[in-house]
């Protein structure tokens, strides 16, 4: 049978200051509290069913509920609501919370993104490799996930850290991860449990230490805190010396726990994990990987021995009655990142890593990027002007046709963030307009903010004058080009995209135009804004300018001026400028009513005040009327 846990303190990690990293020199906070469940509690969770082998009882340590997105929906028992003495209130952290703190990733291949970012990141303390694989493990041959790197690895402080909440030390131009949450959010997606083995050498001292977020073990002991079990090792002798911080029980409790609760049976096993490892690195194992809800795991390790693959999405593809001009559909990079992480890793980094590679399953997988793949190219630049204080950026977007053109209707835009794909295939195109087809651009945007779960983008106004610039870059570089791949050029390429006919124009919204037209009056000579005229614009009044540089070296005819082209170019100028003033009228309008909300508001309360008042004063003077009537009748009566 496994070993009991005693009733004694666990280490804590204290869930308010933490990383998922290391890197600031701070003393470690490593606490001990006393909270775990009772003897008789955890007796109960134990002995519900009868068993009489160590692998059988691991079996029923499993979770009632395997699928990710119902994993969270259990009764929540009796918290601990008064410290015990000598314990300072603190905001705990409920085992819930991991789970719904996860559920920030709807997508499986989000989660494994965020490991591989911080194995990337490792890449300045001399990481050369990480390794995405999966391993069975015989106590109840179930698959497992393992992410391992020879980075600088953690010491005891930033593993404590890794394993808590919120504290991110990364604050580099170059670093991807910035708010220290992607290691609990993605493991927690991926499996209900993970256990983290680390050596490093910090301050001349070589250490190793072990660390295990299980959300069964919270779960299953009725825990209403986050308890994480971590033992250390001092290697610096070249033998592993525990490193005691209160006292000897309590290293052994945790160590206990560890052994209970994880894959290995014994210390000898744990150990055993750091074999590999050299002497620095990280290895991550996630294991009760979470099923679908057919009940079969959400991962497939099955279909590639060189993959991994979404089951759901993979099942989909091949399950579709397939046509040639789906197989040649699903052939294309833009359809394989949705199912094979093996094609998704491939895009995942805009540029090469350097000394740097990434091996799923035993095989490297190669880099690819699409802008090299596109045929007659353009660079299109766009640069935004943010804040007076911040420093001017230049945005080049190449754009271009896909070699399947015209055939395939693949389209739109990667767009990255500090390297990192954040939006892959991002349409901006109006579905089911022909204009754009076949159109792909690759972008970095650095100036917009990703969502936490590195999927999209903020939606600052940034992201949406970003997004209009998009479809006009799709306009312009169709309008060009679209007879090079076959297809009809516009009846009226002279036409501008707000002054043609609506059979002719591409689908944009009103904020849209005006945005496109305003970029357009400020960048023509002929209708330049002076510095001493106000620059009108949405958000911060920023005006941004808009840059095409032709490397196809194709001549485009439509773009010679013609008078008949002159004075519509005219009218045109006409237009915008009054659609400036339209703006301008609009904003102080808005203004205005605004003010007059605010102003009513305040009427509101006013009235309201002095009917409180008025029914106040009333009462008062009721009660003054009687007791002036009951003097009169005490003096009456006195008489």
């Not at 005891?156 to 290691?183: A, D, V």
């Not at 993970?194 to 050596?199: D, K, P, W």
């Not at 299980?214 to 079990?229: A, E, R, W």
């Not at 890793?345 to 090469?352: E, V």
């Amino acid at each position: 049978m496994p070993p009991a846990v005693d009733k004694r303190p666990i280490d804590v990690v204290v869930i308010d200051s933490s990383d998922d990293e290391c890197g600031a020199d701070v003393e470690p906070r490593i606490t001990s509290s006393n909270v775990l469940p009772s003897p008789q509690a955890v007796s109960q969770a134990r002995n519900s069913v009868s068993v009489t082998s160590a692998n059988s009882d691991y079996l029923m340590q499993k979770l009632e509920c395997r699928s990710f997105w119902k994993a969270g929906a259990y009764n929540i028992g009796r918290t601990k609501c008064v410290p015990t003495a000598g314990e300072l209130e603190h905001a705990r952290v409920h085992p819930k919370f991991l789970h719904s703190n996860a559920t920030s990733h709807k997508w499986a291949f989000g989660a494994i993104a965020e490991l591989l970012d911080n194995a990337v990141d490792e890449i300045c303390n001399g990481a050369t490799f990480v390794k995405v694989d999966k391993i069975v493990y015989t106590k109840d041959n179930s698959p497992a996930l393992v992410f391992q790197d020879d980075g600088g690895g953690m010491d005891p402080e930033c593993l404590r850290k890794c394993m808590s909440l919120g504290y991110s030390s990364k604050n580099s131009n170059t670093t991807i991860g910035q708010y220290g949450n992607g290691f609990k959010t993605s493991t927690m997606r991926l499996g209900a449990d993970v256990i983290v083995f680390s050596r490093s050498t910090h301050s001349g001292r070589a250490t190793q230490s072990i660390g295990l977020l299980s959300y069964t073990f919270l779960q299953k002991t009725g825990q209403d805190d986050v308890i994480v079990p971590m033992v250390d090792f001092d290697i610096s002798n070249h033998w592993a010396e525990p490193m005691i911080y209160s006292s000897q029980d309590d290293w052994s409790t945790n160590l206990k726990t560890i052994i209970e609760w994880s894959p290995f049976a014994s210390k000898e096993q744990l150990m055993m994990q750091f074999d590999n490892i050299g002497p620095h690195g990280t290895k991550i194992i996630i294991f009760n990987l979470w099923l679908n809800d057919e009940g079969i795991y959400e991962l497939s390790f099955d279909d590639d021995d060189e993959d991994i693959r979404l089951r759901d999405e993979a099942d989909r593809e091949s399950s579709s009655r397939l046509n040639k001009r789906t197989l040649e559909l699903q052939s294309h990079i833009s359809y394989r990142i949705r199912y094979s992480l093996r094609a998704y890793a491939s895009i995942l980094y805009l540029r090469k890593l350097e000394n740097f590679q990434i091996i799923l399953r035993g095989k490297t997988i190669e880099q690819f990027n699409i802008a090299g793949d596109l045929k007659h190219r353009q660079v299109m630049t766009y640069k935004p002007q943010l804040a007076v204080t911040s420093e001017e950026v230049l945005v080049k977007t190449t754009i271009g046709f896909i070699k399947e053109a015209p055939n395939l209707g693949v389209s739109g835009f990667n767009v990255y963030h500090k390297n990192r794909l954040i939006k892959p295939f991002w349409k901006v195109t109006a579905d089911g307009n022909s204009r754009g087809r076949g159109v792909v651009g690759v972008l970095e945007a650095n100036f917009i903010n990703p969502a936490h779960d590195k999927q999209d983008f903020e939606r600052s106004f940034l992201f949406i004058r970003l997004e209009a610039r998009l479809k006009q870059m799709v306009a312009d570089y169709w309008k060009g080009h679209c007879h090079l791949v076959g297809n009809r050029p516009p009846d009226a390429c002279n036409v501008h995209p707000l002054a043609g006919s609506a059979s002719n124009m591409p689908k944009l919204s009103q904020a849209d135009q005006y945005i496109i037209g305003l970029s357009d009056s400020l960048a023509s000579p002929r209708n330049t804004l002076s510095s001493s005229e106000p620059q009108v614009g949405c958000g911060n009044h920023q005006k941004y300018s808009f840059d095409v540089q032709l490397n196809s070296g194709v001549a485009d005819s439509c773009q010679e001026k013609s008078p008949e082209n002159a004075s519509r170019s005219l009218s045109i100028d006409q237009i915008c400028e009054e659609n400036l003033q339209l703006f301008m009228r609009c904003e102080k309008d808005m203004q205005k009513e605004n003010e007059l909300k605010q102003t009513i508001s305040k009427l509101e309360k006013d009235l309201e005040e002095m009917r409180r008042k008025c029914a106040q004063l009333a009462v008062h003077l009721e009660n003054k009327k009687k007791q002036k009537i009951f003097m009169q009748q005490q003096v009456g009566n006195s008489l």
